[in-house]
C-alpha cells in the first residue's frame, strides 16, 4: 500500500519553471514504478513521464520531452518533476501515480495508487 501526496504546484508565466514533488508513504515505496499524468478541463488524463523503481530508466511523453524531467530519491520516499519552458498548453492537474502493475506504464488505468493531484496553471 502506498499513500501519495503532491505538492509544487501553482501559476506561472510562460517560459517559466516548476517543480512537482510526490511524497509517499509505504515501506515497499522504492520496488514502484512512478509516474505523472496531468488532465486538463475536459480532456483525458495522459501520460507525462515514468521512472523505474531505481531510478536509472526513464520515459517521457512527446509533448514534454526535452523540458520536462522525473527524478526519484529512494531515501525520502520522493518523486519529483521538474518543469522548464512551460508552455500554456501544459496547464493541467498533476497527478503522482504508482506501480503500473495492472498494464502499459502509458496507461493511466495501469496504475494501482494515486494522488489527490496538484493545480499548475501557466499564462500567456
Known amino acids: 500500500q502506498v499513500h501519495l501526496v503532491e505538492s509544487g504546484g501553482g501559476l506561472v508565466q510562460a517560459g517559466g519553471s516548476l517543480r512537482l514533488s510526490c511524497a509517499a508513504a509505504g515501506r515497499t515505496f522504492s520496488s514502484y514504478a512512478m509516474a505523472w499524468f496531468r488532465q486538463a478541463p475536459g480532456k483525458e488524463r495522459e501520460f507525462v513521464a515514468a521512472?523505474?523503481?531505481?531510478?536509472?530508466?526513464?520515459y517521457y511523453g512527446d509533448p514534454v520531452k526535452g523540458r520536462f524531467t522525473i527524478s526519484r530519491d529512494n531515501h525520502k520516499n520522493l518523486v519529483y518533476l521538474q518543469m522548464n519552458s512551460l508552455k500554456p498548453e501544459d496547464t493541467a492537474m498533476y497527478y503522482c501515480?504508482?506501480?503500473?502493475?495492472?498494464?502499459?506504464?502509458?496507461?493511466?488505468?495501469?496504475?494501482?495508487?494515486w494522488g489527490q493531484g496538484t493545480q499548475v496553471t501557466v499564462s500567456s
Open positions: 521512472i523505474n523503481w531505481s531510478g536509472s530508466t526513464t
Open positions: 501515480a504508482a506501480d503500473p502493475s495492472r498494464g502499459s506504464r502509458y496507461t493511466f488505468s495501469s496504475y494501482a495508487y
